[in-house]
């Protein structure tokens, strides 16, 4: 039974930062890779980024490349996305996903 819970959400100002967590269990985590998906109302779920199972590979949409970082911490079933130099379009309900599931999401909201 896959769980995936993000955290870390919140109201930001255009330039600003913010970093996601994801806390995983139900399954061996470091067996899998691990994806940040958003989604809106406009363009629907849209993977942001993916990690490899030991984290040596990464891959990013080219929206979010340079701004973006995608890591893992395997001791802590843990994935992370750390958002720098937001903009207003990054607006979204960010979820991670795993093996056909993900969690409910964290909102994030990118605003002056």
Partial sequence: QVQLVESGGGL???GGSLRLSCAASGYT???YAMTWYRQTPGKGREPVATISP???STNYADSVKGR???SRD???NT???????LKPEDTAVYYCG???????GTQVT???
């Fill in 29 to 31: 985590f470091s067996d």
């Fill in 74 to 76: 395997n001791a802590k």
């Fill in 12 to 14: 930001v100002q255009p």
């Fill in 110 to 112: 990118v605003s002056a």
């Fill in 68 to 70: 973006f970082t995608i």
């Fill in 79 to 85: 994935a992370y996305l750390q958002m720098s130099s």
């Fill in 98 to 104: 795993v093996l056909g599931n993900w969690g409910p």
């Fill in 54 to 56: 030991t984290g040596v």
